[in-house]
């Protein structure tokens, strides 16, 4: 039975992604909060925009980053 060695590269590669995913899972709700207490201001609605998105995003790079992860852990070449 062969065993696969960690792709090292790819590991950090996924670990960076993951921070990014960190940051962005800060970022987005913050930004939400800061729009949902001024609703009077009109930066309002383009904070209610960037901060969904920045959700999304982070959402998005979770799984892009374990995916990545897994591949570097189990992928044989």
């Known amino acids: 039975m062969e065993t696969s060695k960690t792709d090292k590269k790819l590991l950090f590669k996924g ?7 960190v940051l962005s899972l800060f ?3 913050i ?4 729009a949902m207490s ?6 309002y609605l383009p904070l209610l925009i ?6 999304a995003f982070a ?3 979770i799984f892009k980053g374990l995916k990545i992860i897994m591949s570097s852990m189990f992928k044989k070449k």
Do not use: D, Q, R, W
């Not at 670990?15 to 995913?21: G, L, Q, R």
């Not at 960037?50 to 959700?55: K, M, Y």
């Open 27 to 29: 970022m987005g709700p």
């Open 31 to 34: 930004l939400l909060s800061i």
């Open 15 to 21: 670990i960076k992604t993951m921070v990014f995913a």
């Open 50 to 55: 960037v901060g969904c998105l920045i959700c």
């Open 59 to 61: 959402v998005f790079l």
């Open 38 to 43: 001024n609703k009077e201001k009109p930066l």
